[in-house]
């Protein structure tokens, strides 16, 4: 399972490159670091430390970290909840493009509602326990999603 945290859970005294590098230290079949920072954007800010990238760019280095793991299913935590609604698209369209390419099962969680139109089935949770469950079939796409 790969991780996707709300406010980012990057190493500080660690490079973009390293943060995502952690990946390949504990997982037996990883993705190569590198090719998921290009997957995401950042092939050119591999270098850099946390504090010296945007919280987008920083979601960015989140998503590449839990991609590397390789892992069939990716949660995501409120992942656009500490970005601005311009910056939280270009977030949601990553995960949805690069799960897509990859075969993996995304799972998010958010009290944003409107994201949920984009998934292909949502769940409504209350008290911890499932209070309904939606399919789409023809889930939105990230462009025509306001909020």
Known sequence: I???FQFYNLVPNLTAL???QLAEEICTNPLDAREMM??????KRMDNFPSQMS???QQRVSIARALAKNPKIVLCDEPTG???SETGRKVLR???DVSSELGKTVIIVT???PIADMAQTVLYMKDGEIAEMKSHAH????EDIVW
């Open 18 to 20: 390293e943060n995502v």
């Open 139 to 142: 889930p939105k796409d990230v």
């Open 2 to 4: 790969g991780f996707v």
């Open 38 to 43: 290009q997957r995401v954007g950042l092939d």
């Open 94 to 96: 990553l995960i949805r």
């Open 55 to 57: 919280g987008g760019e």
């Open 82 to 84: 500490a970005l601005d």
């Open 111 to 113: 009290h944003n509602a």
